[in-house]
Nanobody
Framework: QVQLVESGGGSVQAGGSLRLSCAAS????????MGWFRQAPGKEREGVAS???????TYADSVKGRFTISKDNAKNTLYLQMNSLKPEDTAMYYC???????????????????RGQGTQVTVSS
């Protein structure tokens, strides 16, 4: 059983930065594809970013160049560094995991079997 706990959300003005963290049970990051997805009220879930066991990353076009996904296997922690935030980035952000290599892409992340409880990110204009 994989347990994921997000932290780091909050309120920020447009142009600001936030870093989200996701703590997981041991050895998750060395064997699972990890990622972040978000969901805003009234909108569909959007896969934001993914990172494979080997460190390969993918991103949604909407965040490319602004967001960076990374992980620290030793600390069993996943990160999402979010820069140049926009009001349209406002959403609940979720960390997710799946034991897959072929489907380790940002678009697949919303369908991963393991996910945390989410952390709210609010960007004001």
């Amino acid at each position: 059983q994989v347990q994921l706990v997000e932290s780091g959300g909050g309120s920020v003005q447009a142009g600001g930065s936030l870093r989200l963290s996701c703590a997981a049970s041991a050895d998750t990051y060395s064997t699972y594809c990890m990622g972040w997805f978000r969901q805003a009220p009234g909108k569909e879930r959007e896969g934001v970013a993914s990172i494979s066991t080997g460190g390969t990353t993918t991103y949604a076009d909407s965040v490319k160049g602004r967001f960076t996904i990374s992980k620290d296997n030793a600390k069993n922690t996943l990160y999402l560094q979010m820069n140049s935030l926009k009001p349209e980035d406002t959403a609940m952000y979720y960390c997710a995991a799946a034991r897959t290599s072929f489907y380790c892409t940002n678009s697949a992340v919303p369908n991963f079997g393991y996910r945390g409880q989410g952390t709210q990110v609010t960007v004001s204009s």
